[in-house]
């Protein structure tokens, strides 16, 4: 059975976080960017001073596949979702920027491959608001990541992206 996992908002969020879809450990807590990968982006965001817990959380495909963990979505759930996160980010008011991590996310305002859209900059138009939006790896394709030197490149990288 699927499970939707609703994004995250608190009151007056400055930063949006979009990923790509919830892992188990997001639908067994009911809440995007929990488990160790979600642990990595908000240590990340500490870094740079801020509070993941006063920021936003959402993913273009709000739907966890217990069956298929390594799910991706297709072209028409990419473009609903893509829609909606759209309508998420326009209801509030308080944002001023959106961090897209991972290629799914990242498509959102860019084309190409992750390596190509690493460390973009765009501004994207939700309502009567524009909000600047950075592109940058997964916090799980670091992870994934066996050789210290290249988590060290990732990490400078995508600390870089954030501290714009």
């Not at 309502?127 to 592109?135: C, S």
Request: proline share 7%.
């Amino acid at each position: 059975m699927l499970e939707i996992v609703a994004p995250w908002i608190p009151p007056a969020p400055r930063v949006a976080i979009i990923g790509q879809s919830p892992g188990r450990d997001e639908a067994r807590q009911q809440r995007p960017f929990i488990g160790p990968a979600g642990q990595q982006l908000r240590g990340w965001l500490r870094t740079v001073g801020l509070d993941p817990d006063e920021e936003m959380f959402t993913n273009v495909h709000d739907l966890f596949h217990p069956d298929d963990h390594t799910y991706k979505p297709i072209a028409r759930e990419c473009k609903e979702g893509y829609a909606r996160v759209k309508g998420e980010l326009a209801d509030v008011p308080s944002l001023r920027a959106v961090l897209l991590v991972g290629a799914i996310a990242a498509h959102l305002c860019f084309k190409g491959g992750m390596g190509e859209m690493h460390g973009r900059q765009a501004i994207l138009e939700v309502g009567v608001t524009r909000l600047r939006v950075f592109a940058c790896y997964h916090p799980s394709f670091y992870l994934r990541q066996h050789s210290f030197k290249r988590r060290a490149e990732i990490e400078t990288d995508v600390l870089n992206v954030m501290a714009e």
